[in-house]
Structure formats: structure tokens, C-alpha cells
């Protein structure tokens, strides 16, 4: 019952922000239900046809619906301080994410993922220039840290050299492996001297995802 509110939860504050989840969704089980039964017909039996096809039916609708979701959440925080934190937050597998380990009073932010690349820091900020700065400074602490562990970085923005936020996950999936995952918590348990301090996020809606069951 629990994950059947959830889901509703998800579709209706979704169809909120992108309301061509409805066709969407709708085009996309239909056709799931259509094409199983359309195989059951021409390689029968037809009754076993009709499980696979009401399964193939909710799982694309839910599908979907995750996918939608994520850019409907995306959408909503773009612009916001700390929308790359919300981002990183969110990935699934073996990263340990701590939010603005460095900022200043215009909002610029460096947030820290452990994961199997090693270190990352990721950057955000209004001004490139600026952001630079900050990321050079916080880089030098936590290479000194990090020993023999790569650290790599990270600058969220739409401009040259930079990760568009709606790419960011994909793209931190991408990098290059350097450690295990089971060295990623004692890595973070060993950087955790470095992190300041950080601001309150700024509220707003939160990352969704897809059930468990259908990621």
C-alpha cells in the first residue's frame, strides 16, 4: 500500500509541473499492452500472453513515469543553490555525497562525492571566474588528504567546459574507476575533518525516482 501512494504522490506532483505525463504514460502502457497481445495472437496461446501483457503494461507506465519525474524534479530546482547537491544526492551505487564542504555568502558551492572515480568535487555558482577560485583552494585541501586517490572536479553550469545539471549524474557515472567500493566509506570517514560547516539547503521540491522494483 505504501508504494501505491508513493506512486500516486509522484504522479500527481509530476502531472503538476509536466502535465504530458498523462498521454505519456498512457501511450506508453497502452502500446506495451497492445504489442503483448497482438504476440499472443500470432504466437499463442493467448491466455499466457495476457499476465506478460498487463506486467509489460504497468512496468512501462512506471518507467515513465520515473523518467518523467526526474526531469519534472530537474526542472524545478534548475537555478536554484544547491540544485547539483539535490542531483548527486540522488545517484544510485556506492557514493557518499556531503553537500557545500565550501561556499561563500554568493551562494557559490563546492559539494563532495565519494565514490568509486575516487574524490569529486563538484562545483556550482553564478560566476565561473569565481567559482574557479574556490574550487582551486578546496582542491589543494582535499588533495593533501586524499593521498594517492585521484580528485577530480566538477563544474555545473551551461557554458564551455562546464556539466549541464540535467547531465550531471550521467556524466559522474562516466568517470574513470579509481577505487573499490568498499574503500568509498573510509574515504569519506577519512575526509570528514575537511568539511565545513554547511549552509541550510534551499527548500523546494525534492529528486524522485522511480520504485526500487522498476529502476
Known sequence: MNQIKQIIQTFNVTRQHDPSVVPAVALGAGGALVLCLVLGFVLGPLL??????????????LIILGRKAQAASLAAIEGQAGAAAAVLQSMRGAWEVTPAVAFNRREDMIHLAVGPPGVVLVAEGTSPARVKQLMAKERRRFERAAGEVPVTEVL???????????????HMAKLPRAIKPKEVGPLNRKLSALKASAPPMPKGPQMRRAPKKYR
Request: cysteine-free; hydrophobic content about 60%.
Open 48 to 61: 499466457l500472453w495476457i499476465p506478460l501483457a498487463l506486467f509489460a503494461m504497468v512496468a512501462t507506465a
Open 156 to 170: 555545473v553550469g551551461d557554458g564551455e567546459d562546464q556539466v549541464e545539471l540535467k547531465k550531471l549524474a550521467f
